[in-house]
């Protein structure tokens, strides 16, 4: 089945550090699976920071970027400059062919401090 | 303020017995899903709903029972529960027929614990 395998956590970075969690997809159900990012921050639901649908395509969202690189099936979260708000949760995930049915990987805790 | 409400925000529950995990969205999506997270590991797909029928069904088990009594509510029963049930459940929606994007809007779950 589909799968997504990302950074595993917790993360801890300084603030106005850069950033990258890494996430490798890997899709039986469809060729080109729709890639998303997203993130729940401390006491909020989950929600999409960003979606790339295109392979080659680049995604961004609140200063974060996420390639989709369909040749090393990778859709990596990167940001150059991270702030204590960007503190969360993060996963990544692929879209199938059933609607609304979304794979997970497992989340990456990301913790930035002053 | 949330937009999709899920009730309650824990529960423990006695193995055997039965609970039903409330949902109800006001973004007037069309579709409704349920996902559900066990420790460790990542979040799952259950089931979707759209214009309160269902459209697909990943998990194995009856005792799993979505019940929509209005467009916007998903509550989800559950019967003869295990420990092995134990998990956050996630509600979750979006609006189908916008070419295809699969933005989902999820709840903050319930907490779900089976003794």
């Known amino acids: 089945g589909d799968s997504v395998t990302q950074t595993e956590g917790p993360v801890t970075v300084s603030e106005s550090e850069s950033l990258i969690i890494n996430c490798t997809y890997s899709a039986t159900s469809i060729a080109y699976p729709n890639l998303f990012w997203y993130v729940r921050y401390p006491g909020e639901g989950l929600q999409l920071l960003l979606k790339v649908i295109t392979a080659g395509q680049k995604g961004s969202s609140r200063g974060f970027e996420a390639t989709y690189n369909k040749e090393t099936t990778s859709f990596h979260l990167q940001k150059a400059s991270v702030q204590e708000s960007d503190s969360a949760v993060y996963y990544c995930a692929l879209g199938t062919q059933v609607v609304g049915q979304l794979t997970f990987g497992r989340g990456t805790r990301l913790q930035v401090y002053a | 303020d949330p937009k999709i409400i899920q009730k309650p925000k824990y529960l423990v529950a006695v193995t055997g017995s039965e609970k039903i995990l409330i949902c109800e969205q006001y973004?007037?999506?069309?579709?409704m899903y349920w996902y559900r997270q066990s420790a460790k590991k990542p979040l799952e797909f259950m089931f979707s709903?759209?214009?309160?029928?269902?459209?697909d069904n990943q998990t194995a088990s009856s005792r799993f029972q979505p019940q929509s009594s209005k467009k916007n509510h998903l509550d989800l029963q559950i019967t003869a529960l295990k420990p092995d049930d134990s998990a956050t459940y996630f509600c979750?929606?979006?609006?189908?027929?916008?070419?295809?994007?699969?933005?989902?809007?999820f709840g903050h779950g319930t907490k779900l614990s089976v003794l």
């Open positions: 709903y759209s214009y309160q029928k269902l459209m």
């Open positions: 973004l007037g999506h069309n579709a």
């Open positions: 979750a929606s979006s609006q189908l027929g916008t070419g295809g994007d699969e933005r989902l809007f």
